[in-house]
């Protein structure tokens, strides 16, 4: 079977086999001016109580899903790229990521029956 061009791409680079954890720049990205502000500043104003999920496609490593998981108080969070190199559970943060080509089917699958 041929592989995606994108695919190729990756296979040649660094894959990953965990998760990056948060830094003190990944919080920089969720602050004012950010490239994660408008998403931080969305959660922070939902009055949501509680939220059960978070997905985050085209995740990277995965330390921008780790903390807004954390910080706006997700139970669990999903990070799909093409950059693992095998399924991750990060246990203590209740995060999975998924190595998936999204040009392709996706591997999500949903807990109960749409409505």
Request: proline content about 5%.
């Amino acid at each position: 079977m041929n592989q995606a061009p994108e695919e190729v791409f990756y296979a040649a680079q660094q894959s990953f086999a965990e998760a990056a954890k948060p830094t003190s720049e990944t919080a920089r990205l969720f602050r004012h001016g950010g490239r994660y502000s408008i998403i931080a500043e969305s959660l922070r104003h939902n009055p949501l109580k509680h939220r059960s999920s978070i997905v985050e496609l085209v995740c990277g490593k995965g330390d921008k899903l780790l903390f807004a998981k954390e910080h706006f108080a997700f139970a669990r969070g999903t990070g799909i790229d093409l950059c693992f190199s095998q399924r991750v559970s990060v246990a203590e943060a209740e995060c999975e990521f998924y190595s998936a080509n999204l040009n392709q089917p996706w591997p999500l699958r949903t807990r109960r029956p749409m409505s």
